[in-house]
């Protein structure tokens, strides 16, 4: 028996730094994963699909980001798609699932796992879940579900959402989930695979090869290591395979540029132009070394250029150490007297100061003052 494991949907996600046409194109993309979903448990002769949690980004989204994902889930009528409220969608009086929305156009292959008795999705087998119905539970929910759910001769499916305690640094948190308890059951013989949701990077736990995160089906942040995929599971009574397939349209990409020369702005506009589907992808820039007024002027022109080609182009501020220092040549060139010229002077030294953090902030701004003032007086030549 074959089903997909899956979590963190989270639609209807907003992220900060995606403005304009981009923010809409990656909610889209989340809705557009259910789909692709669909389609793969139909391709691979999955009896079902499991959420494990945090299938909505909250529980006040917009009805838009419903009416769609209902519609998406509506396109694959022969997979059943089972969902688990998770910490930002709980099961408590504003839930999603409870809506207007959700509950007048009920769907036969939609279900919501509002409660841990055992659910039979297929000869033999059965879901037990723990599903959140608060946004900070004070236990353990998947060891609960696990202790309420009576024995059973069919193979078990545990989902739950949430930090395993072998990951969080907060040990006093109650609702950590206990590994060393998974692991215990597993080996019992009373769970057969657990499918847990939170984690956004597709990951194995433990040693057993049967408890796993999904990862999210779509990226949502720099520092997840292989997300965008989900989990195609074949449960046998003797053995589980566990198979992650790609999903994910998105990439988040981090970068750091030493730059000091013309050379090495060649190679971060290489690095740039080499990255593909641009308007599904996301950059970060660590900006470090040293650079004249022309190559300042020449770097800005090229990242307002691949803004326009990114879903967002980002730098990043704490890890970016860019001085910009112009050479006697570039200020002779200027041909500036006066007032002007005074102010250039006052910007280099400003420009140069960098002991302490309002120092360094008011040199940054000076920097940028003398690239735009290159910029300015070089365009009017």
Known sequence: MKF???????????????????QPRFTESRVDAIRRIGQLATDEGCEFVVVCGDVFESNQIDRKVLARALDAMATTPSVTFYLLPGNHDPLDAASIFSSN????????NVIVLEDSAPIRVAEGVELVAAPWTSKRPLRDLVDQACAVAEPSAALRIITGHGALDSRSPDAANPALISLERLEERVEAGQINYVALGDRHSTTDEGTSGRIWYSGAPEPTDYDETDPGNVLVVELRPERVEVTPRKIGTWSFQQHESHLTSDADIDSLEQWLNALEDKQRTVVKLSLVGQVSLAQKGRLDRLLDHFADLFAALETWERRSDLVVVPDEIEVADLGLSGFANDALGDLQELALASDAFDDESRAVAAQDAMALLYRLVGSAQ
């Open 101 to 108: 929305t959700f509950r007048e156009r009920p769907l036969p």
């Open 4 to 22: 997909i494991h899956t979590a963190d949907w989270q639609l209807g996600m907003t992220r900060h730094f995606l403005s304009g046409e981009a």
